[in-house]
Structures are given as structure tokens and as C-alpha cells.
């Protein structure tokens, strides 16, 4: 069996005047940065314009590294320079229609937190940081997350950092995607703290778990359900951000322990092959998102 990592799903924000034409370009012909004594690129970098993918590998290199050598004639073992010596090469696909990201963890030497870094500072540094701006925002697994944020007796603290979403939305969230429209709005920040002992007033638990629970009725009845319930917008944030759309934190006690949940701390993944065929990991990760937007309900 291939040897396999560890895969997260993210969602790609665009902001400033970055277009996903921006995003290809930035892609297929690569800048390459240099970060202490590392450099950082793409390569086999492949657009596939029938499916609308991308894929390619995010590469660790050293401009001038050493590697160890033998030396037979004098039975000694010595090193010697070479240039652009790989560290370690990310691969990802980037499912367009969705702005879908699969990538992986690579321990100690390219892990998923350094890939959302240099992925988004390399697509901005294509453009040299003017009026761009890209963020790698994690696709949460809303059953882990609900499991988790049950357990809180009394929430204290919910904060939120959302996105415009394009080109999805979903019917939990949808009256904050079109107040955001209204201001245009390029990103929002909410920070909602208990005054009391008593915590807040949110029902958000019971809202994420309608959304996977309601399996009785037909799915226009859901969507329905779902388009008629008042949200309010401390928890329409955490909804949208579990979606891929931005990151939020519930902070509350749960047996008189305080606890703090995160929706980056429950990102969605999965394994996959280390060395994959692109077109495999496209239709893997497509399906994935095709059973996310289904089950969430979210449109074009």
C-alpha cells in the first residue's frame, strides 16, 4: 500500500481585486519567495480548463544545501553543495467551481499551518501585495463540532471573522451574506461576550445540528426550514465560518472546566496517496465537496 497523508479541506477567500483568473495565473506561473533559509514555489503545477482543477505542489527548497556522500576510493564519508535542494513538495487540488483546497500535513517539515502561510504569500506576492489579498479558511467537520461545542453548559463567548462567499451560500447564513452585500463588506468581525453568569443566549447547537438532523423531510422542506429560522448573527457567523468562510471560537464551561472551541481545531479530512494521481485526488475531492454542499444545503 502507497504511503499516505493526512489531507485537509479549506475553502480559498479572494479579496481585494484578486479573480479566480488571478488565482490560476499566480498558479501556473509561479513566484518564488525566500523566507530565512528556505525558498518556497510551485511546480507541476497542471490546469485542467474542461473540469475547472488545478494541481501542483507547494515545494520546500534550499537555494544551496549540503547532502552526504561516500567517497569509495578512500572509504570516508564526506558532504558536498548542491543547488535547490528539496526539503519537502505539498501536494494540493484546488476544485475552482467550489474554490475547494485539498492539502495535506507533512510532519516537521511542511505542515498544513505553513501551507495555508506560504500558499496565500506566494498567490500575493505574484501581484506584489497590491489590493490582493488570499486566505485558506478550514472546512469544518460539522459532526465533530457539534459533539463538541454539546458539551458546553454555558457559552460566554462567541467571536467570529467572516468572508463574502463566492460563489456558494447557504440558506443558515444567507441573511448575512446579503447584509454583508448591502455594506459591501469585504470581511466582518464579531466578539460577543456573556454579561452574566448565565452565558449567552444562543441556540447555536440546536441550529448546527438541524441542519444534519432534519432526516424526515425532503430536502426542500429543509431548505425551507432552514431559510425560515432567525438567526442571529453571532451564530449565522459561526455557520458561515464552519462552512469555509471565514474562523470563529465558542469559549464557555462545561463541567465548571472552561473550555474553548475553535472551527480550525475541527477541520475536515481525510487520507489519501502521498504521491497522488492528480485526476484521482480531483474526483476524491470533488466528491467530498458535492457531499458538503448537499448536506449543508448550500447553492450557487
Excluded at 469585504?186 to 466578539?191: A, V
Excluded at 425560515?228 to 468562510?245: F, P, Q, R, V
Aim: net charge negative; charged share 30%; glycine share 4%.
Amino acid at each position: 500500500m502507497p504511503k499516505q497523508y493526512r489531507y485537509y479541506l479549506g475553502r480559498i477567500t479572494k479579496g481585494g481585486s484578486l479573480t479566480s483568473n488571478d488565482l490560476i495565473e499566480a498558479i501556473m506561473k509561479p513566484v518564488i519567495i525566500r523566507k530565512k533559509e528556505y525558498s518556497y514555489t510551485f511546480t507541476n503545477m497542471y490546469y485542467d480548463q474542461k473540469n475547472n482543477y488545478l494541481f501542483g505542489k507547494l515545494v520546500k527548497f534550499m537555494p544551496i544545501g549540503e547532502v552526504e556522500t561516500i567517497e569509495p576510493n578512500e572509504h570516508k564519508e564526506s558532504t558536498m553543495l548542491i543547488q535547490h535542494k528539496k526539503e519537502s513538495s505539498s501536494p494540493f487540488v484546488v476544485v475552482l467551481d467550489y474554490m475547494g483546497i485539498a492539502y495535506p500535513h507533512i510532519w516537521n517539515t511542511l505542515q498544513k499551518e505553513q501551507f495555508e502561510k506560504y500558499f496565500c504569500e506566494l498567490i500575493c506576492e505574484k501581484y506584489d501585495n497590491l489590493l490582493v489579498s488570499c486566505k485558506i479558511e478550514p472546512i469544518v467537520d460539522l459532526r465533530t463540532f457539534i459533539e463538541r461545542v454539546s458539551t458546553i453548559d454555558i457559552v460566554q463567548r462567541i467571536s467570529a471573522n467572516v468572508v463574502p462567499p463566492n460563489p456558494l451560500f447557504g440558506p443558515a447564513w444567507k441573511e448575512l451574506k446579503d447584509y454583508m452585500e448591502k455594506r459591501e463588506s469585504g470581511e466582518l468581525s464579531i466578539s460577543e461576550k456573556s454579561k452574566s453568569t448565565n452565558g449567552l443566549r444562543t441556540k447555536l447547537v440546536s441550529f448546527m445540528k438541524s441542519i444534519l438532523e432534519m432526516k424526515n423531510a425532503s430536502d426542500e422542506e429543509k431548505i425551507k426550514l432552514l431559510e425560515n429560522e432567525k438567526y442571529d448573527i453571532s451564530d449565522a457567523a459561526t455557520l458561515m465560518a464552519a462552512d469555509g468562510y471565514g474562523r470563529a471560537k465558542i469559549e464557555g464551561l462545561s463541567n465548571n472546566e472552561q473550555i474553548v472551541i475553535k472551527t480550525k481545531d475541527n477541520q475536515k479530512s481525510f487520507l489519501f496517496d502521498k504521491d497522488p494521481d492528480r485526476e484521482e485526488l480531483f474526483n476524491f475531492v470533488k466528491e467530498e465537496l458535492v457531499t458538503i454542499n448537499s448536506e449543508r444545503y448550500l447553492e450557487h
